[in-house]
Nanobody, 123 residues
């Protein structure tokens, strides 16, 4: 089983990026998938999730109304569309999967993790 986060890069403030979480060996639609990020010098924080059956989504206040999490079931992908990016969005972004039907914000609740993709917001 492997998750892979991709799509990171360098973007100017106000710009957009779309991150993707792909999976091999498991069907993402059967898992609640979350995105976490770790800013330089800070602890990793939960930012969003999409629940496995209902596809209900949740967001941290810091990204609400700017980020959108979604599934592409046929492609076994979960995307994180990030708009209106700010300097403070800089960090390594990780996707994680939990075999639960609720949104979980603790890292320890997620069994599978991607390796992380770096997002740098800079002018």
């Amino acid at each position: 089983v492997q998750l892979q986060a991709s799509g990171g890069g360098l973007v100017q403030p106000g710009g957009s990026l779309r991150l993707s979480c792909t999976a091999s060996g498991l069907t993402l639609a059967s898992y609640t998938v979350a995105w976490f990020r770790q800013a330089p010098g800070k602890e990793r924080e939960w930012i969003s999730c999409i629940i496995r059956t209902s596809s209900t989504t949740n967001y941290a206040d810091s990204v609400k109304a700017r980020f959108t999490i979604s599934r592409e079931r046929a492609k076994n992908i979960v995307n994180l569309q990030m708009n209106s990016l700010k300097f403070e969005d800089t960090g390594v972004y990780y996707c994680a999967a939990a075999a639960r039907g609720i949104c979980l914000r603790n890292e320890s609740d997620h069994r599978y993790w991607g390796q992380g993709t770096l997002v740098t917001v800079s002018s």
